[in-house]
């Protein structure tokens, strides 16, 4: 795989993207403290494997759970981020990393996890979603997920799976139930009242462990916040 054959100098430069690096003072400090509540929650089986999921499309999950992995790994242990979304992945795209190799490839028995993993630094390996098949649900639904999951539990202290938005696949809903737990991300004055209730309706009739939420763009010194009015189109999505 190209990206596993990256010489020490692309590292380098990957690194030096670490989206959680250059963010503001706040926003580490936001999820240090979200990942000390997690570890919390997660503390009885000492380590543990999250989905992370929305409502809807652009509500920031996937940076989420990419700057999630990465504070994980500030912590050290093995710690691994797998992009889920094969219908629309983007951790590989945000991280300048390629996606010739990936899950989608090692589920249809077409590859396998040490050839399509890449080693993102000494604590954080990623997987990205692989090319899009014809059949991401059915995919996430076989055996071959759950026993890579099962092997994968065993050989990291923290999985970090990014998932298409609830209400547009039924994909999260599909992957949570095998994890230890959801992790919705809304995002401030963008997310609507009732798609978020939607989402939490469907996660509960699955009987999905819902850990909380995480508030993507809030200010802190806004007193209330505003949930605009927008159409969200299943084009892309429903593409299959």
């Known amino acids: 795989m190209a990206a596993n054959n990256a010489t020490a100098e692309n590292k380098a430069q990957t690194a030096d993207k670490n989206p959680i690096k250059h963010a503001p003072f706040a926003v580490v400090e936001a999820y240090k403290k979200i990942r000390t509540n997690l570890k919390f929650l997660l503390a009885k089986n000492d380590g543990g494997i999250i989905t992370f999921s929305s409502a809807d499309e652009s509500e920031g999950k ?9 504070a994980f790994s500030q912590l050290g242990g093995k710690i691994l981020l797998l992009d889920a979304d094969m219908r629309r992945p983007s951790v590989n795209k945000k991280l300048k990393i390629e996606n010739n190799d990936g899950l989608s490839n090692i589920i249809a028995g077409l590859s396998d996890f040490d050839s399509a993993v890449y080693h993102y630094n000494s604590n954080l390996d990623i997987l990205t979603s692989g090319p899009t098949p014809p059949n991401p649900l059915e995919l996430l639904s076989t055996e071959t997920f759950d026993s890579l999951l099962e092997t994968l539990k065993s050989e990291y202290d923290y999985i970090l799976i990014d998932t298409p938005p609830i209400n547009a696949v039924s994909d999260a809903l599909v992957v949570a139930p095998k994890t230890d737990g959801l992790l919705l991300v809304v995002r401030a004055g963008y997310t609507r009242r009732d798609s978020l209730k939607q989402t ?27 949930y605009r009015k927008y159409k969200y189109s299943y084009k892309y999505y429903s593409k299959y």
Do not use: Q, V
Not at 200 to 226: C, P, Q, R, T
């Open 62 to 70: 996937s940076t989420t759970s990419i700057n999630m992995a990465i």
């Open 200 to 226: 939490i309706s469907a996660a509960e009739f699955a009987n999905i462990n819902i850990l909380g939420a995480i508030m993507n763009g809030s200010d802190s010194n806004a007193k209330n916040y505003k």
